[in-house]
Nanobody, 117 residues
Framework: QAQFVESGGGLVQPGGSLKLSCAAS????????MGWYRQAPGKQRELVAT???????NYSDSVKGRFTISRDNAKNTVYLQMNRLKPEDTAVYYC???????????WGQGIQVNVSS
């Protein structure tokens, strides 16, 4: 049933780095946009970053300059390099993909990122 394989989360100290990976199932065709969203305790889900199949990127102001999103179209995989992490980045990060074939969004189960000293 799982349509994404997410990895790379964990616990890091402030100022540290993590790299998240999300591989979409081969059963999801014609993925146009892939991205990452996050939900912190007591807050609503918010955009982190997205990238299209043509490598156009979009970032939340809160992560701009610190995070870098990229994708490998052949592998249906999206990455999120997170640098200079802050305690405010602590959240569950969710992988997302939009398919042109089905015109629907698909969501991962989420991966925990904890930034704490």
């Amino acid at each position: 049933q799982a349509q994404f394989v997410e990895s790379g989360g964990g616990l890091v100290q402030p100022g540290g780095s993590l790299k998240l990976s999300c591989a979409a199932s081969g059963s999801i065709f014609s993925i146009y946009v892939m991205g990452w969203y996050r939900q912190a305790p007591g807050k609503q889900r918010e955009l982190v970053a997205t990238v299209t199949s043509r490598d156009s990127t979009n970032y939340s102001d809160s992560v701009k300059g610190r995070f870098t999103i990229s994708r490998d179209n052949a592998k249906n995989t999206v990455y999120l390099q997170m640098n200079r992490l802050k305690p405010e980045d602590t959240a569950v990060y969710y992988c997302n993909a939009y398919s042109l074939s089905t015109r629907r969004n698909y969501w991962g189960q989420g991966i925990q990122v904890n930034v704490s000293s």
